[in-house]
């Protein structure tokens, strides 16, 4: 069973550009979360879907940043314009049954995203 | 505002020791807590939860305590092994909050042969 895939890997790009991560989730997973880690500070959750629809989307930092899931299947996350304090790594996860409780989330490994 | 601290950046542990990672919190109305351990470029993996209403969960060489009272709880590797050298991030849930994890800044242990 493939996992959480997560691309690209890493993203080098200048401030002022604009920079779209990709996830696809675990087939037949409904609940999908994005995360962030900054350097040096804890995972930081950004916002989670159920199928399509948004669910929580409470740690968006603001308006630059714009989340999709059309169809319920993979997710882009875009940054527009990028900022320097958005470099971090981006994690998706995901899960079947929305959880976070007993019932894993699986993580992807993450987009290293550098605004320079 | 953090809501879960993870004080200690780094451990390290002898091969066959007891590995002990602490972790606190501040929001008293979490219902589970998880341990997820991280290898480097790879993503968080689960590895041991424990609801609000218990006291102890293990798992083979792993053991969460949680101790509400005092708002801390540890994950207990007996014995450790090189392959668990990683970074160990705590986190914490509340159900009527969603279902957004908070994560600790991590701990990286060492396990030296």
């Known amino acids: 069973e493939a996992g959480v895939t997560q691309f690209p890997s890493h993203s080098v790009i200048e401030k002022g550009q604009t920079v779209t991560l990709r996830c696809d989730p675990i087939s037949g997973h409904d609940n999908l979360y994005w995360y962030r880690r900054v350097m040096g500070k804890e995972i930081k959750f950004l916002l989670h879907f159920v199928k399509e629809s948004k669910q929580d989307e409470s740690g968006m930092p603001n308006n630059r940043f714009l989340a999709e899931r059309t169809g319920g299947t993979y997710s882009t996350l875009k940054v527009q314009p990028a900022e320097l304090e958005d470099s971090g790594v981006y994690f998706c996860a995901s899960s079947q049954l929305g959880g976070g409780t007993n019932e894993k989330l699986f993580f992807g490994s993450g987009t290293q995203l550098s605004v320079l | 505002d953090q809501q879960v601290k993870q004080n200690s950046p780094s451990l390290s542990v002898q091969e066959g020791r007891i590995s002990i990672l602490n972790c606190d919190y501040t929001n008293s109305m979490f219902d589970y807590f998880l341990w997820y351990k991280k290898y480097p470029a790879e993503g968080p993996t689960f590895l041991i939860s424990i609801s609000s209403i218990k006291d102890k969960n293990e798992d083979g060489r792993f053991t969460v305590f949680l101790n509400k009272s005092a708002k801390h709880l540890s994950l207990h590797i007996v014995p450790s092994q090189p392959g668990d050298s990683a970074v160990y991030f705590c986190?914490?849930?509340?159900?009527?909050?969603?279902?957004?994890?908070?994560f600790g800044k991590g701990t990286s242990l060492l396990v030296t042969p």
């Open positions: 986190a914490a849930l509340r159900i009527n909050s969603g279902y957004a994890l908070n």
